[in-house]
């Protein structure tokens, strides 16, 4: 069994920042990558961004220079770092993983991001 826990969400005013954090534990034999998608209301659920096991990075285009995603592989841990926050970022982001050579897809629980103008 396979658990992703997330934290960090939260409300914060335009331009604020945030911190989202995901752990993941359980039997994961490795990871490929982990990510963070976010879907608001009505929306898509949309990829934000993804950092490869060997460290490469991708960002949707919405948020590249404002968002930095990052891992701490000893502690299975992903966070994404949110910058200059507008209120179109306001959804819920949801941590994503893809272990086990690519066969296996983990999904959070998700976290409210809630961006006041």
């Known amino acids: 069994q396979v658990q992703l826990v997330e934290s960090g969400g939260g409300l914060v005013q335009t331009g604020g920042s945030l911190r989202l954090s995901c752990a993941a534990s359980?039997?994961?034999?490795?990871?490929?990558?982990m990510g963070w998608y976010r879907q608001a209301p009505g929306k898509q659920r949309e990829l934000v961004a993804v950092i490869i096991s060997g460290g490469s990075t991708n960002y949707a285009d919405s948020v590249k220079g404002r968002f930095t995603i990052s891992r701490d592989n000893a502690q299975n841990t992903v966070y994404l770092q949110m910058n200059s926050l507008k209120p179109e970022d306001t959804a819920v982001y949801l941590c994503n993983v893809l272990a086990n050579n690519w066969r296996n897809a983990y999904w959070g629980q998700g976290t409210q991001v809630t961006v006041s103008s």
């Open positions: 359980g039997s994961i034999f490795s990871i490929n990558a």
